[in-house]
């Protein structure tokens, strides 16, 4: 499931719950400027009925993190109804600096170095999912945008106690083709590219 980069990265509510408890605190004007870029894409193949979904999700922040790079991979067999889950691996792994580059202007290209993420794996029938172990998983990936650059521009105002956030944000996104390596093994892929700039304002009265 696809979930907008810029949506995410640039929901005040949420930067507007970080930045509250200590603004009430703090002198009567808390402000940050956050620059987030990412990417995402994914690779599906099946065999007959049986279909292997495999997603590489990366997102950095600065100043502060979160900086990650995450994998999802996941089994599920084809019905007339809908598919039925077989199993799944999930887990993520902090970025070093300069581990993932980007172009943020016209977003061309992205690439990520390998890293190892630790995945949680999950075994699945009719019932439900089970825990089935660990494993250690080497990721990297290269992207190339392609289509038109997508451009927003968002604004608002939320009340908290008595202080008010201001927020502002802009970006952009890309439809991007992507080569993923996981564990040596090359993937086409398909994704996204973004970058977005957000900055806030807190008031407290």
């Known amino acids: 499931m696809r979930v907008h980069l810029l949506s995410a990265i640039g929901a005040g509510a949420i930067a507007f719950a970080m930045l509250g408890g200590s603004a009430l605190a703090?002198?009567?004007?808390?402000?940050?400027?956050?620059?987030?870029?990412?990417?995402?894409?994914?690779?599906?193949?099946?065999?007959?009925?049986?279909?292997?979904?495999?997603?590489v999700f990366v997102i950095v922040n600065d100043p502060d993190g979160p900086s990650q790079a995450c994998l999802d991979i996941s089994r599920y067999e084809k019905t007339e109804i809908g598919f039925t889950p077989l199993g799944?691996?999930?887990?993520?792994?902090?970025?070093?600096?300069?581990?993932?580059?980007i172009d943020p202007k016209g977003l061309g290209s992205a690439s990520l170095s390998s890293v190892d993420i630790t995945v949680?794996?999950?075994t699945c029938?009719?019932?439900?999912?089970?825990?089935a172990g660990r494993r250690t998983v080497e990721v990297s990936a290269s992207y190339i945008g392609v289509g038109d650059l997508i451009t927003f521009r968002s604004?608002?105002?939320s009340s908290f106690g008595g202080c008010s956030m201001y927020f502002v944000g802009k970006g952009s996104e890309r439809e991007a083709t992507a080569t993923l390596t996981?564990?040596?093994?090359?993937?086409?892929?398909?994704?996204?590219?973004?970058?977005?700039?957000q900055k806030i304002k807190v008031l407290c009265h």
């Open 120 to 122: 949680e794996v999950f």
């Open 26 to 55: 703090a002198p009567p004007v808390v402000r940050d400027h956050i620059t987030s870029t990412g990417a995402a894409a994914s690779h599906t193949v099946c065999d007959g009925n049986i279909c292997t979904s495999t997603s």
């Open 88 to 101: 799944y691996e999930t887990g993520c792994a902090p970025l070093a600096e300069g581990a993932f580059s």
């Open 155 to 157: 604004n608002g105002k």
């Open 182 to 197: 996981i564990d040596g093994q090359s993937l086409a892929a398909t994704g996204y590219l973004a970058a977005s700039t």
């Open 125 to 131: 029938d009719g019932t439900g999912c089970d825990p």
